[in-house]
């Protein structure tokens, strides 16, 4: 079955940086895309980035310059290099692939205070 696994998380100051990693079993890593959202507490869950099969990136406005995907397809890995982080980047992120919408890892908390 199709599992995703993330971890990196941790408790950041203002500015910051942190890199997330989404470990994927159970499907043929190197075709598919892969997204990244988060959930702060309070909020609906929100898109932050994806990435294709061609690494090719996509992100939100709000991450825009500041947060970079990437993937290994070896590891079939991908990564959410965070930088320069906000107080407003506090949430539970997730990796998700469009393939298999319902599955969801355990998410990783990232905290950004002082």
């Known amino acids: 079955q199709v599992q995703l696994v993330e971890s990196g998380g941790g408790l950041v100051q203002p500015g910051g940086s942190l890199r997330l990693s989404c470990a994927v079993s159970?499907?043929?890593?190197?075709?598919?895309?892969i997204d990244w959202y988060r959930q702060a507490p309070g909020k609906q869950r929100e898109l932050v980035g994806s990435?294709?099969?061609?690494?090719?990136?996509n992100y939100a406005d709000f991450v825009q310059g500041r947060f970079i995907i990437s993937r290994d397809n070896a590891k079939k890995t991908v990564y959410l290099q965070m930088n320069s982080l906000k107080p407003e980047d506090t949430a539970v992120y997730y990796c998700?692939?469009?393939?298999?919408?319902?599955?969801w890892g355990q998410g990783t908390q990232v905290t950004v205070s002082s």
């Open positions: 990435i294709s099969a061609s690494a090719n990136t």
């Open positions: 159970g499907t043929i890593f190197s075709i598919r895309t």
């Open positions: 998700n692939t469009p393939k298999y919408p319902e599955v």
